[in-house]
């Protein structure tokens, strides 16, 4: 069983420069929407450069929590993709189906076997490591605090959950009950803490209600981009539709990773700008 067994041999390069563009363009849908949305929430009082900039620090702040919840929402991903097609090799090698196999191989997918649990939490440390990875060197998300940031990884886990729960519901073969259980854990420990009181309960209800919104376009873009992905047979049904959903999630990771790359480099044009006029002055 190879890496091969999971990717479409079909989807070649120009197919997949297709799906990024088809994804780039929901993306940038979608920021045009809470661009829109920063522009009627803002203080009508603003006029001028405090106008322009007050505008430009709401939309950031609104990409940034966007792109905080697909980056957060691929990092729980790949914990649920690693969990289902480990569990899917070790399920071909006790039935025979997995052909010959190595050793070492043979070795770790017995210790799999024996030390699930432990493989679980070890599977979220590195998910939770990947997230924090991405989103403080690859794609750095400066606009948001880390208080922000921890309520929408909150969410994502939530994000997940939905989408679990809806290919449980349209019969995908895989067990995900697992999975959930760990995440619905990991949810109320967000809530529920040893010194937690009813005030932080009722700080972390209203961070994740405000955030919301992004959990809602989060799952529609997600749901548009793959159901697009297996209709036009870029991605593939016989190895669970979870792993087409993560294929999905890392085009979407390249295209806020060159959105946010174009918006820095940006703010360090206009900065140098700002600071030339101030030395003119």
């Known amino acids: 069983m190879t890496i091969q067994a999971y990717i479409n041999p079909d989807f070649t390069w120009g197919k997949k420069l297709i799906f990024f563009l088809i994804v780039s363009a929901g993306i940038g849908i979608s920021l045009g929407l809470i661009y829109l949305v920063s522009m009627l929430v803002l203080d009508k009082e603003l006029r001028g450069r405090a106008k322009v900039q007050g505008l430009r620090d709401a939309f950031e702040d609104k990409a940034q929590r966007l792109f905080e919840m697909i980056i957060a929402g691929t990092s729980v991903m790949s914990f649920s993709c690693s969990y289902v097609i480990i569990n899917h090799i070790c399920s071909l090698i006790q039935s025979g189906a997995a052909g010959h196999l190595s050793r070492r191989k043979m070795a770790f997918f017995q210790m ?65 009950s697992p999975v959930m259980m760990y995440y619905f854990g990991l949810m109320i420990g967000r809530f529920v803490y040893f010194d937690a009181s009813f005030k932080d309960f009722l700080l972390a209800l209203k961070n994740m209600f405000f955030n919301t919104p992004y959990l809602l376009l989060a799952i529609i873009l997600t749901g548009l981009f793959s159901m697009l992905g297996f209709f036009m047979g870029f991605l593939l049904e016989r190895n669970y539709y979870i792993v087409g959903i993560f294929y999905t999630h890392l085009f979407m990771l390249a295209c806020i990773f060159i959105i946010n790359l174009v918006i820095v480099i940006r703010n360090l044009i206009q900065r140098k700008g700002q600071d030339s006029e101030e030395e003119e002055y």
């Open 112 to 176: 799999w076997m024996e030390g699930k649990d432990f493989g679980l939490l070890l599977l979220i440390l590195l998910s939770c490591v990947f997230n924090t990875i991405l989103d403080s060197l690859i794609i750095p998300l400066k606009k948001i605090t880390r208080e922000e940031k921890a309520t929408i990884r909150m969410l994502a886990m939530f994000y997940v959950i939905i989408i679990l729960m809806y290919l449980n519901i349209i019969g995908d073969e895989s067990e995900y």
